[in-house]
């Protein structure tokens, strides 16, 4: 059950999150459609607003232009009046003035070229231009003319056409008409040859999104509206697009984790359950085993069964082993469930270390006897009273005993060595049993853990022993260390600070 629950609660997750960004996602898609089709009509908007300002602001400076233009033609000096206008004139570059027979009467010394110029011109103005009078604005080539009727001083009509300065225009006119426009497009003018005449940003990358012509001032030319990279619609409904799926994407990493955390707590929360319940188990087979023996040996003798001294003898120290065993067992239950409560408490003093390390030794005498085993004491000389819970650490030192006695394998030989290395008391067990693989050397000092071997899951015990060892180093300021090798055998070191640390846990 708890294998499949991640699957189920990410199915769950998943099947509304992707059903929420296909809704996004479609929103989306709808909005830039509108969104898009919005900002073309504004930019058609402003590219025609644009087309209108020029044509009047072209209009207003024709009208002044062509005003002064006739009050030259009526001064008795036409050629040095025209040339004095010609030079305020900055929108015109050249100016050529042809009557109706096709004479050219401006300027008065004039090259081919320039009459070949004024010949074109002549050519494009209609017959009723003479008669109704106005003007024309037309386009020749790279050229754009203003073509216009005028009086001369005696009366008689004559053709002034006005080649425009586009330089001019695009500094003095679009320039100064365009150039405060705030939008988020750009707006440029173009040529007869589609080529920008003026822009007001660059059009490199940009997109053109609506054009509006100018076919009366600036014939062939028209006003363009670009869109900058990045500012279309489509671009922004992109970023949006990002900017929702990064927001989704973190948030189902976020679930997954979460997933992933609750999963490996409820996990762990099983496990943990598992090896309590396998604790419950070792501890009650643990409790069962001396138990047993004492009433098997204590119904003997009750009985009257054992008749010489020497026997009974025997049994009495059987019940006093098993019974010291039973303490020991019932020891570090209470031990560890003070510990887990946070009620644990050392009463640190001076004490000797051979007394204790020989009276805990002593403890195990007879298992050891038993079972063939061979003890190798090595306590240094002089050392030194070391501040510690004598009870605690006896304990501490008889759990690793009694490990060694219960993973040895068939070399039956333990080393009990004490000695003083820099600041620290080491006390040391080895056995030369099954070993410890080095992946669990860490966790063999967590509460209820067992080195998952075959080998090892045989033998009793309630999985705290090394927990509680570690807890005691702890709290005397010292720490436990293991050094071990598979089928080679472990050796345990508590180490001890040889000043006084005292501390409660």
Not at 382 to 388: F, G, Q, S
Not at 432 to 454: C, D, L, M, N, T
Request: hydrophobic share 45%; glycine share 8%.
């Amino acid at each position: 059950m708890i294998t499949r629950l991640p699957t189920l609660a990410l199915t769950a997750i998943l099947v509304p999150a992707t059903i929420l960004a296909a809704l996004g996602y479609v929103t989306l898609r709808q909005w830039e459609r509108s969104a898009e089709l919005l900002f073309r009509e504004q930019a058609r908007d402003v590219a025609m607003m644009a087309a209108g300002k020029l044509d009047m602001v072209m209009r207003e400076a024709d009208k002044g232009l062509l005003s002064r233009l006739q009050s030259a033609l009526t001064r008795p000096d036409l050629g040095p009046a025209l040339d004095a206008w010609r030079a305020r004139a900055s929108l015109v570059r050249d100016v050529y003035l042809v009557d109706r027979t096709g004479r050219l009467l401006y300027p008065t010394v004039a090259k081919g070229e320039e009459r070949s110029v004024a010949t074109r011109i002549l050519a494009h103005i209609p017959e009723t231009l003479w008669d109704s009078g106005g003007q024309r604005e037309l386009a020749l080539g790279d050229q754009i003319v203003l073509a216009c009727v005028v009086r001369s001083r005696d009366g008689a009509p004559a053709l002034a056409a006005l080649v425009r300065d586009v330089e001019a225009i695009r500094r003095e006119i679009l320039e100064r008409a365009l150039g405060g426009l705030e939008a988020p497009t750009i707006v440029a003018v173009m040529d007869h040859a589609d080529r920008p005449v003026y822009s007001g940003g660059r059009l490199g990358q940009a997109d053109r999104i609506a054009t509006a012509p100018l076919p009366d001032v600036l014939p062939g030319w028209r006003v363009a509206v670009y869109q900058p990279p990045g500012a279309s619609p489509r671009a922004s409904m992109r970023r949006q697009v990002a900017v929702y799926t990064a927001a989704l994407g973190l948030l189902l990493v976020v679930i997954l984790v979460g997933i992933v955390a609750t999963y490996r707590v409820m996990r762990r929360e099983s496990e943990m359950a598992r090896l309590k319940a396998d604790f419950v188990a070792n501890v009650s087979h643990d409790l069962k085993t001396p138990l047993s023996v004492i009433r098997m040996f204590g119904e003997t003798l009750e009985m009257g069964r054992v008749t010489d001294d020497a026997t009974r003898q025997e049994y009495y120290r059987v019940i006093t082993r098993e019974s010291e065993r039973l303490s020991r067992l019932i020891d570090n239950v209470l031990d560890f469930s003070r510990i887990e409560g946070g009620r644990q408490r050392y009463d640190m003093v001076p004490t000797a270390v051979e007394p204790l390390v020989r009276e805990t030794i002593e403890a195990f005498s007879y298992p050891m006897a038993q079972q063939g085993f061979k003890v190798e004491v090595d306590i240094a000389a002089d050392l030194p009273e070391v501040v510690m819970d004598a009870d605690a650490v006896g304990q501490a030192l008889a759990n690793l005993l009694d490990n060694a006695i219960k993973y040895s394998g068939e070399q039956r030989q333990i080393a009990v060595a004490a000695r003083v290395e820099g600041e620290q008391l080491a006390l040391s067990v080895a056995d030369r049993g099954i070993g410890i693989p080095p992946e669990e050397q860490a966790r063999i000092f967590e509460k209820f853990y067992r080195v998952g071997r075959s080998e090892t899951q045989g033998r009793r015990g309630s999985g705290v022993g090394l927990a509680l060892v570690r807890h005691v180093m702890e709290a005397h300021g010292g720490r436990v260390t293991v050094d071990s090798r598979p089928a080679d055998g472990s050796r345990f070191t508590l180490w001890l600070p040889v000043r006084a640390r005292g501390a409660d846990a």
